[in-house]
């Protein structure tokens, strides 16, 4: 098993950056490709961003495809999500999940584990 624990949510201005960062504990991340979703008020949770087990591959939702970028550290146990251009529309609440398999998925009922969730929101 892997527990995975969310930071560097917070509030930003439209137009700014954040970076997220999940960290990994128990099984190492590099056993996992990792996703980002966000689930916004009232509305479904929604795939962000995955990466494949050796970081090889990504992949984004048309929505933050050029602004935001998923990357791993595998030696830190940590996945990053660098937010860039950031919308009004990006305020959610973001988990990372992980999945025990080689490549990345696009449905959340495909990860096997997820965080607790850190909040952003970007003011207009």
């Known amino acids: 098993q892997v527990q995975l624990v969310e930071s560097g949510g917070g509030l930003v201005q439209a137009g700014g950056s954040l970076r997220l960062s999940c960290a990994a504990s128990?099984?190492?991340?590099?056993?996992?490709?990792m996703g980002w979703f966000r689930q916004a008020p009232g509305k479904e949770r929604e795939f962000v961003a995955a990466?494949?087990?050796?970081?090889?591959?990504?992949y984004y939702a048309d929505s933050v495809k050029g602004r935001f970028t998923i990357s791993r550290d595998n030696a830190k146990n940590t996945v990053y999500l660098q937010m860039n251009s950031l919308k009004p529309g990006d305020t959610a609440v973001y988990y990372c999940?992980?999945?025990?398999?080689?490549?990345?998925?696009?449905?959340?009922?495909?990860?096997?584990?997820w965080g607790q969730g850190t909040q952003v929101t970007v003011s207009s």
């Open positions: 999940a992980a999945r025990s398999t080689t490549g990345w998925a696009i449905l959340s009922r495909q990860y096997d584990y």
């Open positions: 128990g099984r190492t991340s590099s056993s996992y490709a």
């Open positions: 990466i494949s087990r050796s970081g090889d591959t990504t």
